[in-house]
């Protein structure tokens, strides 16, 4: 590429509203453009790294033993209804209605196309194992997407399913594919944090996502730094407080006024959070079922949260959403001092820390008014009680008992096993050595390259601009020509870069009638890891400069010597790339 020609531009200011410091380089640098909230152009010079970046994901599938195929970016909404996953995706799935008057949505990820075709393709044992990947452009409706590239709504993905006969053979696929994305990160120069993650509707509940760590990311970590355990927010555990055993006491009522807060409630009565009951009123649709919404009661202690997606899972809730004041009053609750005591008709659950504590103080359904000494199940009989509470900054680990940190960073990619039940219901069977009928054993894997892209920049960056490493660098040489009056300056550099070429070296050319100073600054802003100047003053010594981008020292280099300085200096990079891997591991 020669920057004669170049579509796009570096740009003095960094762009507004955008934190982060690698994503400002990524606009500055002209490598994206914003084009509307989380919709990104890619620029040749963010295309070319893109591109880069998916020929590696290609040569990891194809050594995972990956047969790559291509399906729609647009699917039936029925095939997501069938799984389950319209709704619990919620708005996050596009629904567009056709011509036809039929729903289509762009796909989030392929899992119900995959066991679909399956379905049509895998007949038997013989055929086992497969995988199968797809590089297919997928569209997430974030709420509120973020201001940078990781804030995309359009996800340029590598999505992988494994297709096998037998656990076992899936757990190798399984775990192959997490050793494989871990070597990955650690070529790309990115450190992410394995984390447990919630499968889906279709997953078994035991997945697995690879987060970059940074401030303002979209997810929430729970971290043990003693024990290395990592979860995301929506299903790490904590160890549970001790409980001092008391006799139940009997139901008091209390005066409390102006105290509809937790907060509020501990300063009238000067008790600690501990000793109170929360109250979460919300709604909740179930899949499949009626169309009505049921009126669900969560009990937490005052002194917790409580965790929705876990409170989903436990009542098998599709979808939850707070509850209107006409929803409550309906319930019969009284905002602000509501308790579950007398009240029919609800979905009641209680957090098991909640249940164990004796003699809380709870709403008494009444303005104005509380209860103490509410005790479960004397006092109300929930319908579940189990672990609905949600982590936070401070508390315990599970696993070892030191404490745990609250992290944000961003999602880069993700391993779950489907179901048997998932797949099934789409029809992927096959007949087994016995001729009997056995659901394919499937897992999905997924990696988001926009994502990748922008925490690499975040990653990689200093004063001036970006430094990528040299195993996704969109070119591996940046060629200068400080042409000023000397005619054997272009003539040079056409020379050196035809050689380098040959060499089957990718070289970015700045053959623009620009100041010295402008090009250097530009060159620092791109980001290519190696920088060669040619000159009048490094030709009247038969010599070009070659400059690492990392380092501020430049080499003077034998003309006759380019290609082959240039050579050991890429080995040097890309060693220290993989150095890079065997210090992660
Ligand atoms: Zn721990």
């Not at 990653?459 to 970006?466: C, M, P, T, V, Y």
């Not at 981008?549 to 890429?570: G, K, L, N």
Request: glycine share 8%; aromatic share 4%.
């Amino acid at each position: 590429m020669r920057l004669s020609r170049w579509f796009g531009m570096t740009l003095r200011e960094p762009p507004a509203g955008i934190d982060a410091p690698g994503q400002q380089w990524l606009v500055r640098a002209g490598y994206v453009r914003q084009s509307g909230p989380g919709l990104f152009s890619l620029l040749p010079l963010g295309l070319t790294t893109m591109q880069r970046l998916e020929a590696r994901l290609r040569q990891m599938m194809q050594a995972l033993g990956g047969q790559e195929l291509l399906m729609p970016m647009v699917q039936p909404a029925e095939r997501w209804r069938t799984s389950g996953r319209s709704d619990q995706h919620g708005a996050e799935l596009v629904r567009v209605r056709d011509r036809r008057e039929r729903d289509v949505a762009p796909a989030l990820t392929h899992e119900e196309l995959a066991a679909t075709l399956c379905a049509g393709e895998v007949r038997s044992y013989r055929q086992l194992p497969r995988l199968i990947y797809q590089i297919q452009t997928t569209f997430r409706d974030d709420a509120r997407p973020r201001a940078g590239l990781a804030g995309t709504r359009a996800h340029t993905r590598v999505d992988a399913y494994s297709v096998d006969a037998d656990d076992d053979g899936r757990d190798r696929q399984y775990q192959a594919h997490q050793q494989a994305f871990q070597a990955l990160f650690a070529t790309c120069g990115l450190p992410v944090r394995r984390a447990a993650a919630a499968g889906g509707v279709m997953g078994d509940g035991d997945a697995r996502t690879f987060v970059y760590l940074m401030p303002g990311g979209d997810e929430t970590l729970a971290c043990c730094s003693a024990c290395g355990a990592a979860a995301l927010h929506q299903v790490a555990r904590f160890a549970r407080p001790a409980i001092a055993a008391e006799p139940a006491l009997p139901l008091e009522r209390v005066a409390t006024p102006a105290s509809t807060t937790i907060d509020a409630l501990c300063a009238t009565l000067d008790i600690p959070r501990s000793r109170t009951a929360k109250v979460v009123m919300l709604m909740a649709r179930f899949p499949a079922a009626t169309p009505d919404e049921r009126f669900v009661m969560a009990l937490v202690r005052g002194d917790m949260d409580v965790n929705e997606s876990r409170l989903c899972r436990v009542i098998g809730a599709a979808a939850l959403r707070p509850a209107t004041g006409d929803d409550i009053a309906r319930s019969g609750a009284v905002p602000g001092y509501a308790t579950p005591i007398g009240l029919r008709d609800l979905l009641l659950v209680a957090d098991e820390t909640l249940a164990a504590s004796p003699n809380l103080v709870v709403g008494a359904n009444e303005v104005g008014y509380h209860l103490r000494n509410f005790n479960i199940p004397r006092d109300a009989q929930p319908t579940w009680i189990a672990d609905i509470a949600a982590v936070a900054d401070g508390y315990f680990c599970n696993d070892c008992g030191a404490p745990l940190q609250l992290v944000r960073g961003i999602e880069l990619a993700t391993v779950a096993r489907l179901t048997a039940h998932a797949t099934t219901t789409l029809g992927a069977t096959f007949l087994d050595a016995n001729g009997r009928t056995s659901p394919v054993l499937m897992g999905a894997y997924g990696i988001s390259i926009e994502r990748m892209l922008a925490c690499i920049a975040e990653e990689h960056h200093d004063a001036r601009g970006l430094c990528w490493p040299i195993s996704v660098a969109p070119f591996q040489v940046h060629m200068i020509a400080l042409a000023g009056k000397n005619p054997l300056v272009p003539a040079v550099v056409e020379q050196v870069l035809a050689e380098l070429e040959a060499a089957g070296i990718a070289v970015l050319v700045d053959d623009r009638d620009e100041r010295a100073g402008a090009k250097f600054a530009d060159a620092d802003m791109i980001g290519v890891p190696l920088r060669l100047t040619v000159s009048a003053n490094t030709l009247a010594a038969d010599a070009v400069e070659l400059k690492r981008r990392d380092r501020t020292d430049a080499m003077i280099v034998p003309r006759a010597a380019v290609v082959s300085t240039v050579r050991e200096q890429i080995d040097v990079l890309l060693a220290e790339c993989a150095g890079r891997i065997s210090t992660s591991h």
